[in-house]
């Protein structure tokens, strides 16, 4: 059965999509912990992000690293947080969160709550910032 993600990579599920290329999708965390926390997945569904091949982990990384530029460049912030962790998704992902504090990473349990429209409104602010 496919995950979730790829659900979405297939257009099964909506998403708030920021970039996109022909192995690797960024899109709004529906449950974020600060606005525009962004999730990087390879369009490959490999469970454990240790088990990608070298390629596809290392465009992954090349990926997630444009994004987290435009985010920063998006979403004002001191820096672009980076996390992997996620047992809930049997879908390798990188969490890519704008931090003000420490605490924005770190306190995964507390989430933001977003309207439709601000979530549309982040991801066309991301979205314009990625090359």
Same mark, same amino acid.
Request: aromatic share 8%.
């Given at each position: 059965?496919? *995950?979730?993600?790829? &659900?979405?990579?297939?257009?099964?599920?909506?998403?708030? &999509?920021?970039?996109?290329?022909?192995?690797?999708?960024?899109? @709004? $965390?529906?449950?974020?912990?600060?606005? %525009?926390?962004? @999730?990087?997945i390879p369009k490959k569904e490999? $469970?454990? @992000?240790? $088990?990608?091949?070298?390629?596809?982990?290392? %465009?992954? /990384?090349?990926?997630?690293?444009?994004?987290?530029? %435009? @985010? &920063?460049?998006?979403?004002?912030?001191?820096?672009?947080?980076?996390?992997?962790? %996620?047992?809930?998704?049997?879908?390798?992902?990188?969490?890519?969160?704008?931090?003000? *504090?420490?605490? $924005?990473?770190?306190?995964?349990?507390? &989430? #933001?709550?977003? *309207?439709?429209?601000?979530?549309? /409104? #982040?991801?066309?602010?991301?979205?314009?910032?990625?090359?």
């Amino acid at each position: 059965m496919a *995950s979730l993600f790829t &659900k979405i990579v297939n257009g099964e599920i909506p998403a708030y &999509k920021v970039a996109e290329d022909e192995n690797f999708l960024a899109f @709004l $965390d529906i449950s974020p912990t600060a606005k %525009g926390h962004t @999730l990087v997945i390879p369009k490959k569904e490999v $469970d454990y @992000l240790f $088990d990608l091949d070298e390629e596809t982990y290392t %465009g992954l /990384n090349q990926f997630a690293r444009k994004v987290a530029t %435009g @985010l &920063k460049e998006a979403i004002p912030c001191v820096k672009v947080g980076v996390m992997v962790l %996620g047992l809930e998704v049997p879908h390798a992902h990188i969490h890519l969160v704008p931090m003000q *504090s420490e605490r $924005d990473l770190l306190n995964f349990s507390d &989430k #933001v709550e977003m *309207s439709q429209e601000e979530f549309e /409104n #982040v991801r066309a602010k991301i979205a314009a910032k990625i090359e």
